[in-house]
């Protein structure tokens, strides 16, 4: 299985901070890397797949970027409803496996 | 727009199995894939497995030997079955839709399922 490296775990910032969040594959995984926002007892709702493609509806200020085994998420300003918890998905080979978790949370 | 909402048991005993539907709305089942994943109360998530339309499966191998997943395209659902559970099962799960296309998107998801296992 392909093990899933998020860092940090958990993350203070402030509204308006630029952020970002770290993803690193075991091996690599081309650009087979989603990245997923988990609002507490909500659903995980798609934000980047293929590692840099906003999916539709998603606010620009998130932007993925990355290849083969280095990865990130970026919030260029953040705002009040972006805290929450992000986890990244390697779908490059089967069982899919996600990182561990970045909980964002307010300073 | 498709929205997926699982239902079926919140409550087990071990050793019983676990039985999960996710019924599909806004849109017909074919041309995707449809995914099972799980969270254990305050962890990360996890890959269950998936069908396709044609009915193709994919599990987890940490899971496979217990897992049953089907689907009932004249009904616009699919199903989950894990055997044998134990307390480490106890979860929120998760259904979703899969893209076909290579990038495999996992979206949307359904609001989730608590189940828990007792001993």
């Known amino acids: 299985d392909i093990q899933m490296t998020q860092s940090p775990s958990s993350l203070s910032a402030s509204v308006g901070d630029r952020v970002t969040i770290t993803c690193r594959p075991s091996?690599?995984?081309?650009?087979?890397l989603n990245w997923y926002q988990q609002q507490p007892g909500k659903a995980p709702k798609l934000l980047i797949y293929?590692?840099?493609s906003l999916q539709s509806g998603v606010p620009s200020r998130f932007s993925g970027s990355g290849s083969g085994t280095d990865f990130t998420l970026t919030i260029s300003s953040l705002q009040p409803e972006d805290f929450a918890t992000y986890h990244c998905q390697q779908t490059y080979s089967t069982p899919y496996t996600f990182g561990q978790g970045t909980k964002l949370e307010i300073k | 727009q498709v929205q997926l909402q699982e239902s079926g048991p919140g409550l087990l005993k071990a050793s019983e199995t676990l039985s999960l539907t996710c019924t599909v709305s806004?849109?017909?089942?074919?041309?995707?894939?449809w995914s099972w994943i799980r969270q254990p109360p305050g962890k990360g998530l996890e890959w269950i497995g998936h069908?396709?339309?044609?009915?193709?499966?994919n599990s987890n191998p940490s899971l496979k030997s217990r897992v049953t997943i089907s689907v009932d395209m004249s009904q616009n659902q699919f199903f989950l079955r894990l055997s044998s559970v134990t307390a480490a099962d106890t979860a929120v799960y998760y259904c979703?839709?899969?893209?076909?296309?290579?990038?495999?998107?996992?979206?949307?998801w359904g609001q989730g399922a608590l189940v828990t296992v007792s001993s």
């Open positions: 806004g849109g017909a089942i074919s041309s995707y894939y």
């Open positions: 069908i396709s339309y044609s009915g193709d499966t």
């Open positions: 979703a839709r899969v893209s076909s296309s290579w990038e495999r998107r996992f979206d949307p």
């Open positions: 091996r690599t995984i081309y650009t087979y």
């Open positions: 293929a590692s840099s």
